[in-house]
Structures are given as structure tokens and as C-alpha cells.
């Protein structure tokens, strides 16, 4: 049975990724697969702060729909009996998911989309009941919407996509990464599902391997052939002549059509294009954030360093080396062939194409 004013997630076709349930938010725990397909249920909003910052559940729309769902807990399970204690809390509430995770403007994105419903159910001085049900009702709307700009994104990349050729991508930004179905995977998926005859190799992206656990794990389930190589790899398929294009995803697209992803994926953006090879970035509208000029002000998160000096909890490194682990780096946009977005591709001037692109209703 589900909670008031909101449904179990029914549409995806993939993974289920997030699912409302009545006992709270379910997650697919990413850190255990693909050796245990396990389940985390996260009872408050601060044991989903926690998922995410742990990468329980990441990529970076389903951040944004993990949160916008973070914050209808948190309001469901709120104490507080009058609209002052209301407003307090839910600023709490925002506060800690934001501090999750700093890259990924989809977080910010879906807290806005929230906040900005419940200030203006504060200034009709709507009953809490009356809050609680509508905070609910919108994260469901912004996890079917996920997947609605996906499967468009999809189609309008699955265009791009060469016949009987290789799709080379980094990360994972797939079902898991999202509701459902995927960005840079969802173009592969609907250029498959329309006939063309693909197959995708699959960057491992240390040091977390979502390419190697993830990605590996989402195609082999769903029957696309795949083929798993290690980072240091990319420039030697790259030159081989078999790569038909890459595809990755985003986790912040700047005005000027710079591209925050997964580490690696400027190193794999530079060879591409060195390689005549052409590279694209496929992302929902929720990861555009044109009020940032270029790259440069995305803030990059800074990850612990057990996550390169240890494999899986396996030390692979000396005791008291010196680490640095840049969770994200930034693809200028010299190097990005297209964005593919739900409303369509756009192409370099990006300044002008993804300002007008937003503007589209
Ligand atoms: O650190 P992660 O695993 O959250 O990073 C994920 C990525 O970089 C993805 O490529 C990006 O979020 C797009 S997911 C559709």
C-alpha cells in the first residue's frame, strides 16, 4: 500500500533504482553490487543524506530524485504542529541534503523544485496535512519525469549513434544512475531498441569502478553486449578505429557548454577528438546550470583517500603515501561534439544553443 499521495515507482522498465515505499525511500545499494543485489531502505532523511554521501545511491539524477524524496520524508515524519516549527525544520531538512554531495547540480536543482512548492504552500497557509501530501506527490512527479526525459533523450541521441559500430563510455550513467532507464546508457538502449546493431566498451573509472560494477552489471542484465576495459585502455580502442563515438553522461553542464563528469572523462574527451573519434554528452535539463559562465566554478568534490589507496577494502597502496582524489574533472567544451538533452541535440555555439534550448517550453 502506498503512502498518501504517492505511488510505488511503476514505470521503470530497467532497474529500480528509488522506490516510495510506506516504510521509507528504497535504494538499490550500489556500493554492494554487482557481487549482492541487496536493498537499503532509509527510514529518516538523515539516513538518506547518509546514502548519498556514501554512494549507496549516485549519479547524479538520482541524487536529485533521492533527495526531492529526502525532504517529503523528513516533512512526513516532522513533529512540528504549526507552520513556523514547519518552516524551520524543512530548512534543517534541505540544509543536510545539500551538504551531501557538491558537483552534481542535480541535488540543487530538485531541493529548489521543493523548497519552491512548500514556500508557496506556506504562503496560502496550507494545512501541514495539505504540505505533506503535495512535497510527496512532486518528488513522485520529478522521478517520472526523470524517466520521461530519458526515454526522449534517448531518442534524439539514438541518431547519433553509428550502425555496427563501438560505443565507448565512462562511469555509469544508466538506470542506476538515474529513475530509470538512463542518459548516456538510455541512448544506447533506444539506439538499439530502434535496430542498430551496437556494442558498448565500458571504462572501468577507477577509483570507485562504477564502469567496471555498474555499468558492466546493468548491460549484461539487460543483454547488450559489453566489453569491460581498464581506463588505461581508452586511447588504444580510441585509435583503433572500431570506437563509433562516446557517450557519457554529466553531472553539471556550465553555460558555455563545459561538462563536470565522472574523473577520467576529460582524459577519454582529449582522445577522442584526438582520434577524429566523436563525443558526446547526453543529460537532462535538470543538469544545466547556465548561471555558471564556464568549468571553472563548478566545485569538484574532494573523496576520501581510501578509495585509491584500497580496492573493494583491499590496500593496494603504502601506509602514509600522499593521495589526491578529485571525485569529477571538467571537460571544456572545445571537446564536446553534442549535448543530447530531452527537448533535443545542440551543438557548439553552446553559450547560444543551450540558453535557447532552456528557453524552449
Ligand atoms: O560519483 P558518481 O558515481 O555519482 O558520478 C556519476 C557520474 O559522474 C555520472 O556520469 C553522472 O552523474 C551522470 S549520471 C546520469
Known amino acids: 500500500m502506498a503512502g498518501p499521495g504517492i505511488q510505488p515507482n511503476q514505470t521503470a522498465n530497467t532497474v ?32 538518506v543524506a547518509e546514502a548519498i554521501r556514501s554512494m549507496a545511491v549516485r549519479g547524479a539524477p538520482a541524487i536529485g530524485v533521492t533527495a526531492a524524496m529526502g525532504i517529503a520524508l523528513g516533512v512526513r515524519q516532522s513533529q512540528a504542529t504549526d507552520r513556523d516549527a514547519l518552516k524551520a525544520e524543512f530548512r534543517q531538512i534541505t540544509e543536510t541534503l545539500a551538504a551531501t554531495r557538491p558537483t552534481a547540480v542535480n541535488l540543487f536543482w530538485a531541493i529548489r523544485r521543493m523548497s519552491e512548492l512548500f514556500d508557496g504552500l506556506m504562503k496560502k497557509k496550507a494545512s501541514i496535512a495539505t504540505v505533506r501530501t503535495k512535497l510527496e506527490q512532486e518528488a513522485q512527479r520529478i522521478l517520472e519525469e526523470d524517466i520521461a526525459a530519458n526515454k ?5 541521441g539514438a541518431s547519433l549513434i553509428p550502425n555496427g559500430k563501438t560505443v565507448m563510455t565512462h562511469c555509469n550513467a544508466g538506470a542506476l544512475a538515474t529513475a530509470g532507464y538512463g542518459t548516456a546508457l538510455g541512448v544506447i538502449r533506444s539506439a538499439i531498441a530502434g535496430g542498430k546493431n551496437v556494442d558498448v566498451l565500458s571504462l572501468e573509472t577507477r577509483p570507485f569502478l562504477q564502469g567496471a560494477r555498474l555499468t558492466a552489471w546493468e548491460l549484461q542484465k539487460d543483454g547488450i553486449p559489453t566489453t569491460l576495459i581498464s581506463d588505461s585502455m581508452a586511447g588504444h580502442f580510441l585509435h583503433s578505429g572500431r570506437i563509433g563515438c562516446v557517450v557519457v553522461g554529466a553531472d553539471r553542464i556550465a553555460a558555455n557548454g563545459d561538462v563536470a563528469n565522472k574523473i577520467g572523462t576529460y582524459s577519454v574527451a582529449v582522445l577522442a577528438k584526438e582520434n577524429g573519434v566523436p563525443f558526446y554528452v547526453a543529460a537532462p535539463l535538470s543538469t544545466l546550470d547556465l548561471d555558471i559562465a564556464s568549468g571553472e566554478s563548478i566545485p569538484i568534490e574532494q573523496r576520501a583517500a581510501s578509495e585509491v589507496t584500497s580496492i573493494q577494502g583491499v590496500r593496494i597502496a603504502p601506509e602514509g603515501i600522499a593521495v589526491f582524489n578529485p571525485a569529477f574533472d571538467v571537460t571544456p567544451h572545445s571537446y564536446v561534439s553534442a549535448i543530447i538533452t530531452e527537448r533535443g541535440v545542440v551543438r557548439a555555439p553552446y553559450l547560444e544553443s543551450l540558453q535557447k534550448l532552456k528557453n524552449q517550453q
Open 16 to 47: 529500480k533504482t528509488i522506490e516510495w515505499t510506506p516504510e521509507g525511500i528504497r535504494l538499490i545499494d550500489q556500493r554492494l553490487l554487482p557481487l549482492r543485489e541487496e536493498y537499503l531502505l532509509c527510514r529518516t532523511y538523515h539516513e
Open 152 to 156: 526522449a533523450l534517448g531518442g534524439h
